[in-house]
């Protein structure tokens, strides 16, 4: 019963790489979503998908793209990595958009 | 745009005692759906409680439970007989239903620390 499951769980990039956070899901949920959680600032949602081949931005979209090939995967790509992308990020998946959401475990992201 | 506010950046509590985690939060709309995830040191976000708007019984879970304001726009959380393990991040957030563009709306949390 693997759930939502994100790799890696640590990463460091210098600034201009580039690099794809991965997000699987194993419950056949539509809703899939990534948040970045910065110290004293909660969860702030980057990009979301309503279901495969649809994405939309979130509240904090730059820097990043998505695509939504299937149901169970939805991986978050930063195109050039920032200093300021450093960050800890989430993905989460819910049977609809307003039912509850499951987080993978995160991945503990430095922009060096 | 919906705003959630956790006024306690960190709070402390002696094992087996109560403690009232606060959250206010700001919206026009009449029904929608309030949370409280938990996360322990591991990162892990867990889901404790759910509340909808529409119903005016606070839910329970086991020792969480909530006190659900309407009016005061409130939701807080109690902790009954806290153990060790209840230490962690305590994040409310809010959800309009049917939204698409900012489904959950999160608080910048509290940290809990449970005291033996």
């Known amino acids: 019963n693997a759930g939502v499951t994100q790799t890696p769980k640590f990463q460091v990039l210098k600034t201009g790489q580039s690099m794809t956070l991965q997000c699987a899901q194993d419950?056949?949920?539509?809703?899939m979503s990534w948040y970045r959680q910065d110290p004293g600032m909660g969860l702030r949602l980057i990009h979301y998908?309503?279901?495969?081949?649809?994405?939309d931005q979130g509240e904090v979209p730059n820097g990043y793209n998505v695509s939504r090939s299937t149901t169970e995967d939805f991986p978050l790509r930063l195109l050039s990595a920032a200093p300021s992308q450093t960050s800890v990020y989430f993905c989460?998946?819910?049977?609809?958009?307003?039912?509850?959401?499951?987080f993978g475990q995160g991945t503990r992201l430095t922009v060096v | 745009a919906q705003t959630v506010t956790q006024s306690q950046p960190e709070m402390s509590v002696q094992e087996a005692e109560t403690v009232t985690l606060s959250c206010t939060y700001d919206?026009?709309?009449?029904?929608?759906?309030l949370f409280w995830y938990k996360q322990p040191p591991s990162r892990q976000m867990i889901l404790v409680i759910r509340?909808?708007?529409?119903?005016?019984q606070n839910a329970t879970e086991n020792r969480f439970s909530v006190n659900f304001q309407k009016a005061a726009k409130s939701f807080s959380l109690k902790i009954s007989d806290s153990q060790l393990g209840d230490t962690a991040m305590y994040f409310c957030?809010?959800?309009?239903?049917?939204?698409?563009?900012?489904?959950?709306?999160f608080g910048k949390g509290t940290r809990l620390s449970v005291i033996a």
């Open positions: 998908s309503v279901g495969a081949g649809i994405t």
């Open positions: 419950m056949n949920h539509e809703y």
């Open positions: 919206t026009s709309e009449s029904n929608y759906y």
């Open positions: 509340q909808e708007a529409y119903k005016q």
């Open positions: 957030a809010f959800m309009k239903p049917n939204s698409g563009n900012t489904p959950l709306v």
């Open positions: 989460a998946s819910s049977y609809q958009v307003n039912t509850e959401a499951f």
